[in-house]
Nanobody, 123 residues
Framework: VQLQASGGGLVQAGGSLRLSCAAS????????MGWFRQAPGKGREFVAS????????YYAVSVKGRFTISRDNAKNTVWLQMNSLKPEDAAVYYC?????????????????WGQGTQVTVSS
């Protein structure tokens, strides 16, 4: 499966952005999907994941209550709605697909990665 992330940009602190990840290839509905981010000089950080059906979600503590992950299997797309953005949310955001029915926050579990989209938050 190939993943294409988009929707990043520059936003003021307190603002919102919606990231999209479009998947091509077969059996998108069989993949657990996740969002990760990486800020300059820092390691990759888990943000959120969603089960193949969309029935289960999992969030990093740092974003819980502010971010929402969702998916539409008919559109082969997963979204990350980001509200109340903070300067520390600034990073390159990546979507990833895991060929497993179990949602996970471990990056090494994911089989496919998108190219990333930049999110910049001004204070």
């Amino acid at each position: 499966v190939q993943l294409q992330a988009s929707g990043g940009g520059l936003v003021q602190a307190g603002g919102s952005l919606r990231l999209s990840c479009a998947a091509s290839g077969r059996s998108f509905s069989r993949y657990t999907m996740g969002w990760f981010r990486q800020a300059p000089g820092k390691g990759r950080e888990f943000v959120a994941s969603i089960s193949w059906s969309g029935g289960s979600t999992y969030y990093a503590v740092s974003v819980k209550g502010r971010f929402t992950i969702s998916r539409d299997n008919a559109k082969n797309t997963v979204w990350l709605q980001m509200n109340s953005l903070k300067p520390e949310d600034a990073a390159v955001y990546y979507c990833a697909a895991d060929n497993s029915p179990y949602i996970t926050q471990a990056g090494y579990d994911y089989d496919y990665w998108g190219q990333g989209t930049q999110v910049t938050v001004s204070s």
